[in-house]
């Protein structure tokens, strides 16, 4: 039995395999429709999240399961202060997976180290959010064929931004991908990511502020959000946030097969004007997120 | 300075000089009724200086909380006067509450009965990370 809390408990193999579920799931959706039938997955989300949440019990849903939810946890077992040890434990007596978001770092791996079935990590904290990176996957491997070969721009906030993280983590197992890290000095990619996947694994890289200048270079440009708390003073805020806002004017110079990616929600850093850009991908990357967590499903439940 | 030699015991040699007493606490010898001798700066010619510690009795050491404090100290085993093993150590692979994960945002902060778990992740500089938020130790 396997439970995945980290990107990387799962190999390329396994991540390839997915990507081909996926990619039958979306060719063949009624194949798929019945294939969970009497199962039941258990949404544990310790704090809120509707997005993810819903793409979770779509992706149950579409597979002919049922769902077992519980989304408020101020009326929860934990409110009256069980585990998160004991919540896995009685919560295997009910469902056959589980899917849960907590605040606390490390929440769902004592969850999956306590449950008798597989728990998948649906976010904890600021740490892991694996199923937001098998949505990103899934939209670089549809736009551009594959992994390899590619110049991934990550832009904004660098630092705090846990899906960024992930996602190099996740690109660093495939071949000959530049990186390019555009975000102002104080939002900056952690040096130990730099230093321990990037630079060990002889990536080639380009860190700058400057996002026009990198745009022709880019197959693929992830957005993420500037947040105003993450500055200490409000002048660097203002004199920073808009260099970080794609605009249709900063997109004039970039490639005609470009591939925008965000993993939402958005504020204003993606202009409202690039919705219609064939380029814009993150309404997309939402869809085949229920996908991949469909795909993950069907191979944690050994379905397939 | 001269401290009696042990009969049957243990000498943990080659401590870096300044660590015995750390190494004396974290291995709980305070609880020991038999002597326990603590030598600091004692002249080494590998090191310059270094710590040791003699115990007087056969007591069970726990060598991967020795081999965290301080990989490079030794630990030889001393019977009917004669010493009869030494042990080298290396690093653990895990370490399991010998350190308390200091981010408040990890899981263990608000569950008090889970295990503080440490695993090796960088053996070139020595780094552990907690096993649920994968916080370097401190």
Redesign the interface.
């Known amino acids: 039995m396997k439970s995945v809390i980290n990107i990387l408990d799962l190999s390329v193999e396994e991540l390839q395999k997915l990507i081909d579920t996926a990619n039958d799931i979306i060719k063949n959706p009624t194949k798929y429709s019945e294939i969970c039938k009497g199962k039941k997955l258990a949404t544990l989300f310790f704090e809120p999240s509707t997005r993810t949440r819903l793409s979770f019990e779509a992706a149950m849903y579409e597979l002919g399961g049922n769902v077992l939810s519980m989304s408020d946890a101020g009326t929860s077992s934990a409110a009256k202060g069980e585990?998160?040890?004991d919540t896995a434990k009685v919560i295997s007596c009910y469902a056959d997976i589980i899917a849960m978001r907590?605040?606390?770092?490390?929440?769902p791996?004592?969850a999956a180290m306590n449950a008798d079935i597989p728990v998948i990590n649906a976010g904890?904290?600021?740490?892991n959010h694996p199923t937001q990176t098998l949505a990103d996957l899934l939209t670089i491997y549809r736009e551009k064929g594959g992994f390899d070969n590619l110049t991934v721009g990550f832009c904004g906030d660098l630092k705090f931004g846990r899906t960024v993280h992930s996602l190099i983590e996740a690109l660093s197992r495939y071949k000959n991908i530049k990186f390019v890290l555009i975000s102002p000095e104080e939002l900056k990619l952690p040096s130990y990511i730099k230093k321990?996947i990037i630079q060990k694994n002889n990536f080639e890289y380009l860190q700058t502020t400057d996002l026009q200048s990198v745009m022709p270079e880019l197959d693929i440009l992830y957005m993420t959000r500037v947040q105003r708390e993450r500055f200490f003073n409000e002048a660097d805020y203002l004199r920073l946030k808009d260099s970080y806002i794609l605009t249709p004017e900063k997109l004039q110079n970039a490639k005609k097969d470009l591939s925008i990616l965000h993993p939402l929600p958005r504020v204003n850093e993606i202009s409202v004007a690039i919705d219609k850009d064939e380029r814009a991908c993150y309404f997309k990357q939402v869809l085949y997120g229920k996908y991949m967590r469909m795909a993950l499903i069907l191979m944690l439940l050994e379905v397939l | 300075m001269n401290i009696d030699s042990i009969k049957n015991g243990i000498v943990i040699d080659h401590i870096t000089a300044g660590k015995a007493l750390e190494i004396y606490n974290f291995l709980g010898l305070e609880a020991l009724s038999c002597s326990v001798a603590i030598i600091k700066n004692a002249p080494s010619k590998k090191l310059g200086k270094k710590d040791i510690i003699k115990i007087d009795s056969d007591f069970d050491v726990d060598i991967d909380i020795l081999a965290y404090i301080d990989p490079d100290a030794t630990v030889n085993i001393i019977k009917d006067s004669k010493l009869v093993e030494k042990k080298k150590l290396k690093l653990p692979e895990k370490i399991t509450n010998v350190i308390k994960c200091k981010?408040p945002?990890?899981?263990?902060?608000?569950?008090q009965?889970?295990p503080h778990i440490f695993k090796l992740t960088?053996k070139q500089n020595r780094i552990y990370r907690?096993?649920?938020?994968?916080?370097k130790a401190k």
């Open positions: 585990s998160v040890a907590h605040p606390k770092e490390g929440a791996l004592v904890d904290g600021g740490h321990d | 981010n945002r990890c899981i263990t902060t608000t569950e009965e889970l960088d907690c096993v649920y938020c994968e916080s």
